[in-house]
C-alpha cells in the first residue's frame, strides 16, 4: 500500500552567510493514511522544517517527498499551492483568523480559492463548524469567541475542503490545560471518525499522549519513532 507521505534521505540546508546550517539531515520515514502521529522535539530540532516541507511551504535542498505517490519536488508554484488548498488543512497557535470577520466567512476561505460556488460554500462551512461543536456560532466574530472556539473555526477551516492531511504546529500553546484538552479530542475524533491523517508538532509531551505516534526529532535527524498508547479524556 502507498504511504500517505514517504520521504527519502530528506535534506535541507539553509545558508546564512558563508555558514550552512543543516536542518534536516537524511530524514526517511512514512505515514500512512489516517494516523494520529506527533512530531516532537526541542527548539532547532528540525520539526518545524520538517512540517514546512511537509506541508509544500518549503522545499528540501536534497531527498524526495512523496504525497499520495507524487514527487512533489518536480511540482510548479502553482501546483504545489493547489495541493496546499486541495490535501493539506493547516492549524497554528496562533489562530490566523481574519479580524472583523466571522466564524463561517473564516471557514469558506480554502472554497473561495478553489472557486466553489456561494451556496455550496456555505453548506460546506456550516458542516464543519458543526463537527468542530460549533453551531450557532458561525456569526460571531474573533473577538466574540474565547481562544478554544477561535482554534475550532481553525480547524473547521482546516477540514473543509475534506484535506487527507491536517497539520497542527503547536495547536495548543496559547490555550489552557482544559481547552488543550477539549481541542485534541476535536482532532482526535477527527482521525478516528472521519479518516483523516492528523499530524502534530509540539513539544509537549501532554500533547503528544493523545497521538497514537511519536516521532521524535534532534539536530535534524529522526532519533525516535515508535508507537503509542494514546492518552483518553482528561
Do not use: W
Amino acid at each position: 500500500m502507498t504511504a500517505l507521505i514517504d520521504t527519502r534521505n530528506l535534506t535541507k540546508i539553509y545558508r546564512l552567510g558563508d555558514i550552512a546550517v543543516k536542518a534536516l539531515d537524511n530524514v526517511t520515514l512514512s505515514i500512512g493514511a489516517a494516523e494520529f502521529t506527533a512530531i516532537m522535539g526541542h527548539s532547532g530540532s528540525g520539526k518545524s522544517t520538517f512540517m514546512n516541507i511537509l506541508g509544500c511551504l518549503d522545499r528540501p535542498t536534497s531527498g524526495q517527498y512523496l504525497l499520495e505517490g507524487k514527487d512533489v519536488g518536480n511540482l510548479s508554484v502553482k501546483q504545489l499551492a493547489t495541493i496546499r488548498n486541495r490535501r493539506i488543512g493547516f492549524v497554528f497557535q496562533g489562530y490566523n483568523l481574519l479580524r472583523r470577520t466571522s466564524a463561517l466567512e473564516n471557514v469558506e476561505l480554502p472554497l473561495i480559492y478553489s472557486h466553489i460556488p456561494a451556496k455550496e460554500r456555505r453548506t460546506k462551512s456550516l458542516e464543519a463548524l458543526e463537527i468542530v461543536g460549533l453551531s450557532g456560532h458561525e456569526h460571531h466574530h474573533s473577538n466574540q469567541l474565547s481562544g478554544g472556539q477561535q482554534q475550532r473555526v481553525a480547524i473547521a477551516r482546516a477540514l473543509v475542503n475534506n484535506p487527507s492531511i491536517i497539520l497542527a504546529d503547536e495547536p495548543t500553546g496559547n490555550l489552557d490545560t482544559r481547552t488543550s484538552v477539549e481541542i485534541m479530542g476535536v482532532f482526535r475524533r477527527l482521525n478516528s471518525e472521519h479518516g483523516i491523517a492528523v499530524i502534530i508538532v509540539t513539544h509537549e509531551p501532554d500533547i503528544a499522549a493523545f497521538t497514537r505516534r511519536h516521532i521524535v526529532f534532534r539536530d535534524g535527524q529522526v532519533i525516535e519513532d515508535r508507537p503509542n498508547e494514546p492518552r483518553i479524556g482528561g
